[in-house]
T-cell receptor
Framework: QKEVEQDPGPLSVPEGAIVSLNCTYS??????FMWYRQYSRKGPELLMY????GNKEDGRFTAQVDKSSKYISLFIRDSQPSDSATYLC????????????FGSGTKLNVKP | DTGVSQDPRHKITKRGQNVTFRCDPI?????LYWYRQTLGQGPEFLTY????????KSRLLSDRFSAERPKGSFSTLEIQRTEQGDSAMYLC?????????????FGEGSRLTVL
């Protein structure tokens, strides 16, 4: 069993839709949770970062962490064609940030 | 451009040959990471450096793989006696340990194709 599971998609939505992306994990020691966006043939770039459980909002993006269920989510409101990319969840155990575990990524396509 | 740069961007080699990738991190970053990403998968941790010290290595990093970061600046990842299973994107990332968010700044990767 992988430490981090993520539905690979692809997920296709119309422009303006609310998108929900999710990951589950098995290691209850994970405390720091991130979402990265990766465009084709590019390296990932950080979108959101959260510590422990709770919600965090940044513009059109909201990250949620439910440690009791070992489940994290990323919501994108008013999705745009420019949001079309692969979204990777990532997590790590300690504040040392020495090793990150990534999900396999969900490919999102926002249709104009 | 002051981002993470990787070279070469694409390398095609024959099985059994050695290859070396170079990564130049963001200049003030003291941490450097190597990840491997295959098609349809997320990045898998290979190793990381704090300054010039290699502090952790994945079990994925067999004895054919070696990474160095002399003087805590650029890093090289060498793969000896390449196998077809080594075909992947090799991503380098850097970060500032004191930043406290764990944000990794990735390069655009070096794609390896082993024939």
């Amino acid at each position: 069993q992988k430490e981090v599971e993520q539905d690979p998609g692809p997920l296709s939505v119309p422009e303006g839709a609310i998108v929900s992306l999710n990951c589950t994990y098995s290691n209850s020691a994970f405390q720091y949770f991130m979402w990265y966006r990766q465009y084709s043939r590019k390296g990932p770039e950080l979108l959101m970062y959260t510590y422990s459980s709770g919600n965090k909002e940044d513009g059109r993006f909201t990250a949620q962490v439910d440690k009791s269920s070992k489940y994290i989510s990323l919501f994108i409101r008013d999705s745009q064609p420019s949001d079309s990319a692969t979204y990777l969840c990532a997590m790590t155990v300690t504040y040392n940030f020495n090793k990150f575990y990534f999900g396999s990524g969900t490919k999102l396509n926002v249709k104009p | 451009d002051t981002g993470v740069s990787q070279d070469p961007r694409h390398k095609i080699t024959k099985r059994g040959q050695n290859v070396t990738f170079r990564c130049d991190p963001i200049s003030e970053h003291n941490r450097l990471y190597w990840y491997r990403q295959t098609l349809g998968q997320g990045p898998e941790f290979l190793t990381y450096f704090q300054n010039e010290a290699q502090l952790e290595k994945s079990r994925l990093l067999s004895d054919r793989f070696s990474a160095e970061r002399p003087k805590g600046s650029f890093s090289t990842l060498e793969i000896q006696r390449t196998e077809q299973g080594d075909s992947a994107m090799y991503l380098c990332a850097s970060s500032l340990a004191e930043q406290g968010t764990g944000e990794l700044f990735f390069g655009e990767g070096s794609r390896l194709t082993v024939l």
